[in-house]
């Protein structure tokens, strides 16, 4: 059991933190005390585990995925997999783009099967895993840039809704991205499924080739990154109105043939401002100021 993990409450007492390496986990619970409190255990007792385990297979889940490729022998290892399978022809893609997901998905799976409750979310860096008993519900904030948090609109989330899981992606994040959009935020069944499909949606809003946007190699940023000499963005110089549409559509566009495959269910894509919203959940997006919609 690892020794490095941290695990601490929030300033409201009601909110727990667990962090452990690159995972940063806010958790929080719903329900009578004793089951909030045999839920934090579990949560906490489960946490403690996951970086070693995912830290044994490591070398695998930073390769491309393929179709019938190896598979990890960890139950969050294989939810990465699963995740990222899906994308593997149609695009360059690791399992490593939903490990924030799956690492949700297995704390709160780990909460819900050790207490009653009517509501529990555990958010991963911004990457959600939810819980809804029947007649619950969630509001949910989309963050506009993770550099300098800000909300530029809402998601409602009921139990009759089959949305569980919350993602988010864009060139500002604390992951790479081959793209330019300042946040694509998922809405899907599953964490890990978002998770996957935010990062494939954030890397199609591009302008390939813009002299206004700087790239650079992920090896040279970080030496074991899974993306290898792949260029990622790490600034985005003036774009003009049509430049931004013309990325934004090239999101949509990839969007729609996952919401096609059954793979997501809404999306809300930002960039400079301007945001696109599809899906068949759009109507459950709101945003905080009169930009444009898309329904798919």
């Not at 591009?206 to 792949?230: E, Q």
């Not at 919203?277 to 759009?282: A, F, N, R, T």
């Amino acid at each position: 059991m690892t020794t490095r993990a941290q695990i601490r409450w929030l300033e409201d007492g009601r909110r727990l933190h667990l962090h452990d390496g690159p995972i940063d986990l806010i958790i929080e619970a719903f329900g009578k005390t004793r089951e909030i409190d045999a839920a934090y255990r579990a949560a906490t007792g489960r946490f403690v585990q996951v970086l070693d385990e995912l830290c044994r297979e490591l070398v695998l889940l930073r390769q491309p995925a393929r179709t019938n490729g190896p598979l990890p022998s960890g139950v969050v290892a294989r939810r990465m997999v699963t995740a990222v399978t899906p994308y593997c022809e149609r695009t360059f893609i690791t399992p490593m783009a939903a490990v924030a997901g799956a690492v949700a998905e297995e704390v709160l799976g780990t909460m819900t099967a050790a207490a009653m409750l009517s509501r529990a979310y555990v958010n991963n860096g911004g990457d959600i895993a939810l819980y809804l008993a029947p007649g619950e519900h969630f509001v949910a904030g989309m963050v506009e840039r993770p550099d300098r948090p800000s909300l530029f609109g809402t998601a409602t989330l009921d139990s009759a809704q089959p949305v569980r899981g919350i993602a988010t992606s864009g060139w500002r994040g604390p992951s790479f991205s081959l793209g330019i959009a300042d946040a694509v935020t998922v809405l899907a069944d599953r964490a890990a499924t978002a998770d996957a499909a935010a990062t494939v949606i954030a890397n199609a809003v591009d302008l390939p080739g813009h002299p206004s946007i700087v790239r650079v190699p992920a090896r040279t940023l970080v030496p074991d990154s899974d993306l290898g000499d792949r260029l990622v963005t790490q600034g985005v110089g003036e774009l003009t109105s049509a430049e931004t549409a013309a990325a934004l559509d090239a999101g949509v566009a990839t969007t729609h043939s996952l919401l096609a495959d059954g793979l997501i269910r809404s999306v809300a894509l930002r960039m400079r401002e301007d945001t696109r919203v599809v899906g068949s959940g759009s109507a459950f997006i709101a945003l905080t100021d009169n930009r444009s919609f898309v329904h798919a």
